[in-house]
Protein backbone atom coordinates (compact mmCIF):
# COMPACT_ATOMS: atom_id res chain seq x y z
CA UNK A 1 0.00 0.00 0.00
CA UNK A 2 1.90 3.11 -1.29
CA UNK A 3 0.92 5.89 -3.12
CA UNK A 4 4.07 6.92 -3.65
CA UNK A 5 4.26 4.71 -6.52
CA UNK A 6 1.58 7.03 -8.54
CA UNK A 7 3.90 9.98 -8.24
CA UNK A 8 4.18 10.24 -12.00
CA UNK A 9 0.47 10.86 -12.55
CA UNK A 10 0.37 13.18 -9.84
CA UNK A 11 2.78 15.13 -11.50
CA UNK A 12 0.96 15.57 -14.69
CA UNK A 13 -1.95 17.01 -12.54
CA UNK A 14 0.49 19.61 -10.81
CA UNK A 15 0.73 21.72 -14.28
CA UNK A 16 -1.57 24.41 -13.00
CA UNK A 17 -0.35 24.91 -9.55
CA UNK A 18 3.11 24.79 -10.39
CA UNK A 19 2.00 28.00 -13.46
CA UNK A 20 0.35 29.94 -10.44
CA UNK A 21 3.03 29.78 -8.00
CA UNK A 22 5.53 30.80 -10.98
CA UNK A 23 3.59 33.49 -11.79
CA UNK A 24 3.49 34.91 -8.33
CA UNK A 25 6.80 34.74 -8.02
CA UNK A 26 7.69 31.94 -5.78
CA UNK A 27 10.29 29.71 -5.28
CA UNK A 28 10.71 25.97 -4.78
CA UNK A 29 12.34 26.88 -0.97
CA UNK A 30 9.39 29.25 -0.21
CA UNK A 31 6.68 26.83 -1.61
CA UNK A 32 8.30 24.34 0.59
CA UNK A 33 8.19 26.51 3.73
CA UNK A 34 4.43 27.42 3.18
CA UNK A 35 3.75 23.97 2.99
CA UNK A 36 5.22 23.05 6.51
CA UNK A 37 2.98 26.15 7.78
CA UNK A 38 -0.17 24.23 6.44
CA UNK A 39 1.72 20.95 8.67
CA UNK A 40 2.07 23.26 11.10
CA UNK A 41 -1.78 24.35 11.07
CA UNK A 42 -2.51 21.16 10.93
CA UNK A 43 -1.33 20.08 14.11
CA UNK A 44 -2.44 22.73 16.13
CA UNK A 45 -5.96 21.52 15.31
CA UNK A 46 -5.63 18.41 15.54
CA UNK A 47 -4.04 19.12 18.91
CA UNK A 48 -7.31 20.77 19.83
CA UNK A 49 -9.58 17.92 19.68
CA UNK A 50 -12.79 19.45 18.51
CA UNK A 51 -14.51 18.11 15.28
CA UNK A 52 -14.38 21.44 13.63
CA UNK A 53 -10.80 21.43 14.30
CA UNK A 54 -10.30 18.17 13.34
CA UNK A 55 -12.14 18.72 9.98
CA UNK A 56 -9.86 21.85 9.29
CA UNK A 57 -6.54 19.76 10.43
CA UNK A 58 -7.11 17.25 7.19
CA UNK A 59 -7.40 19.98 4.45
CA UNK A 60 -4.02 21.30 6.13
CA UNK A 61 -2.37 17.52 6.07
CA UNK A 62 -3.96 17.44 2.22
CA UNK A 63 -2.76 20.70 1.46
CA UNK A 64 0.91 20.27 2.77
CA UNK A 65 0.76 16.97 0.98
CA UNK A 66 -0.10 18.81 -2.26
CA UNK A 67 2.72 21.72 -1.95
CA UNK A 68 4.90 19.21 -0.83
CA UNK A 69 4.92 17.76 -4.80
CA UNK A 70 4.55 21.10 -5.73
CA UNK A 71 8.01 22.53 -4.98
CA UNK A 72 9.88 19.49 -6.47
CA UNK A 73 8.01 20.64 -9.78
CA UNK A 74 8.53 24.15 -9.69
CA UNK A 75 11.92 23.62 -9.08
CA UNK A 76 12.33 21.28 -12.44
CA UNK A 77 10.05 23.76 -13.97
CA UNK A 78 12.45 26.91 -13.06
CA UNK A 79 15.77 24.43 -13.53
CA UNK A 80 17.06 25.53 -10.22
CA UNK A 81 16.69 21.77 -8.59
CA UNK A 82 19.49 21.82 -6.00
CA UNK A 83 20.90 19.69 -3.25
CA UNK A 84 20.16 22.66 -0.73
CA UNK A 85 16.57 22.74 -1.96
CA UNK A 86 16.30 18.77 -1.52
CA UNK A 87 18.10 19.13 2.06
CA UNK A 88 15.25 21.71 3.14
CA UNK A 89 12.40 19.61 1.42
CA UNK A 90 13.34 16.73 3.55
CA UNK A 91 14.04 18.76 6.92
CA UNK A 92 10.62 20.11 6.51
CA UNK A 93 9.04 17.21 5.93
CA UNK A 94 10.00 14.90 9.15
CA UNK A 95 9.75 18.25 11.09
CA UNK A 96 6.09 18.20 9.17
CA UNK A 97 5.66 14.48 10.66
CA UNK A 98 6.50 15.79 14.04
CA UNK A 99 4.30 17.92 14.51
CA UNK A 100 1.03 16.79 12.71
CA UNK A 101 1.71 13.48 14.89
CA UNK A 102 2.19 15.63 18.01
CA UNK A 103 -0.70 17.14 17.53
CA UNK A 104 -2.52 14.34 17.11
CA UNK A 105 -1.58 12.98 20.31
CA UNK A 106 -1.84 15.99 22.03
CA UNK A 107 -5.06 15.67 20.86
CA UNK A 108 -6.14 12.57 22.64
CA UNK A 109 -3.69 13.64 25.78
CA UNK A 110 -1.71 9.88 24.68
CA UNK A 111 2.15 11.53 24.47
CA UNK A 112 3.52 7.62 24.80
CA UNK A 113 1.58 6.75 21.94
CA UNK A 114 2.56 9.96 20.16
CA UNK A 115 6.18 8.77 20.82
CA UNK A 116 5.82 5.79 19.28
CA UNK A 117 4.03 6.94 16.07
CA UNK A 118 6.82 9.40 15.86
CA UNK A 119 9.65 6.85 15.93
CA UNK A 120 8.13 4.79 13.32
CA UNK A 121 7.31 7.04 10.92
CA UNK A 122 11.06 8.98 11.20
CA UNK A 123 12.55 4.91 11.14
CA UNK A 124 10.34 4.90 7.59
CA UNK A 125 11.92 8.09 6.64
CA UNK A 126 14.88 7.52 7.32
CA UNK A 127 15.61 4.16 5.92
CA UNK A 128 14.37 5.97 2.88
CA UNK A 129 17.10 8.18 3.05
CA UNK A 130 19.75 5.98 4.38
CA UNK A 131 19.00 3.28 1.62
CA UNK A 132 19.79 6.37 -1.03
CA UNK A 133 23.61 7.55 0.35
CA UNK A 134 24.68 3.80 0.00
CA UNK A 135 23.56 4.21 -3.61
CA UNK A 136 20.84 2.20 -4.00
CA UNK A 137 18.36 5.15 -4.71
CA UNK A 138 16.11 6.46 -3.14
CA UNK A 139 13.02 4.37 -1.58
CA UNK A 140 9.67 4.98 -1.30
CA UNK A 141 8.45 1.21 -1.10
CA UNK A 142 7.10 -0.37 1.55
CA UNK A 143 4.00 -0.79 3.80
CA UNK A 144 3.29 2.54 4.01
CA UNK A 145 5.16 5.54 2.73
CA UNK A 146 4.77 9.51 3.00
CA UNK A 147 1.56 9.68 0.53
CA UNK A 148 -0.09 7.01 2.26
CA UNK A 149 0.63 8.60 6.07
CA UNK A 150 -0.61 12.32 5.03
CA UNK A 151 -3.93 10.27 2.74
CA UNK A 152 -4.54 8.58 6.21
CA UNK A 153 -4.55 11.37 8.61
CA UNK A 154 -5.93 13.55 6.37
CA UNK A 155 -9.06 10.76 5.58
CA UNK A 156 -8.74 9.91 9.64
CA UNK A 157 -9.21 14.01 10.54
CA UNK A 158 -12.19 14.14 8.48
CA UNK A 159 -13.68 10.66 10.43
CA UNK A 160 -13.02 12.59 13.27
CA UNK A 161 -15.05 15.14 12.38
CA UNK A 162 -17.80 13.18 12.17
CA UNK A 163 -17.34 10.43 14.87
CA UNK A 164 -15.46 11.92 17.29
CA UNK A 165 -16.60 9.07 20.24
CA UNK A 166 -13.81 6.16 20.98
CA UNK A 167 -14.44 3.05 19.51
CA UNK A 168 -12.45 -0.12 21.45
CA UNK A 169 -11.41 2.72 23.98
CA UNK A 170 -9.38 4.59 21.59
CA UNK A 171 -10.39 7.56 18.98
CA UNK A 172 -9.87 7.10 15.55
CA UNK A 173 -6.90 9.28 15.81
CA UNK A 174 -5.63 7.06 18.87
CA UNK A 175 -6.40 4.15 16.41
CA UNK A 176 -4.23 6.34 13.31
CA UNK A 177 -1.82 6.33 15.93
CA UNK A 178 -0.97 2.92 16.99
CA UNK A 179 -0.98 2.31 12.92
CA UNK A 180 1.67 4.28 12.89
CA UNK A 181 3.45 2.69 15.46
CA UNK A 182 3.36 -0.71 14.52
CA UNK A 183 3.33 -0.04 10.53
CA UNK A 184 6.36 2.37 10.69
CA UNK A 185 8.64 0.28 11.92
CA UNK A 186 7.41 -3.07 10.09
CA UNK A 187 8.01 -0.47 6.86
CA UNK A 188 11.34 0.93 8.17
CA UNK A 189 12.00 -3.37 8.62
CA UNK A 190 10.79 -4.28 5.64
CA UNK A 191 12.83 -1.35 3.67
CA UNK A 192 16.17 -2.78 5.34
CA UNK A 193 15.66 -6.26 4.71
CA UNK A 194 15.21 -5.58 0.76
CA UNK A 195 18.48 -3.06 0.81
CA UNK A 196 20.21 -5.84 2.86
CA UNK A 197 19.46 -7.84 0.13
CA UNK A 198 20.66 -5.62 -2.46
CA UNK A 199 23.87 -5.26 -0.86
CA UNK A 200 25.18 -8.72 0.34
Not at 112 to 140: D, E
Request: with cysteine; charged share 10%; glycine share 14%.
Amino acid sequence: MTLDQYRDTADKLLAPFVSVADAVGLSPNGVSVVAFGFAVAAGVAFGLADPLWYGLGAVFVFCNGWLDLVDGALAREQGVSSKAGDLLDHVLDRYADIVVLVGLAAGIDSFALGLAAVTGVLMTSYLGTQIQAVGLGRAYGGLVGRADRLALMGLVGLASAVYPDAVGGLTLAGWLLVFFAVVGHLTAVQRFWGAWGDLT
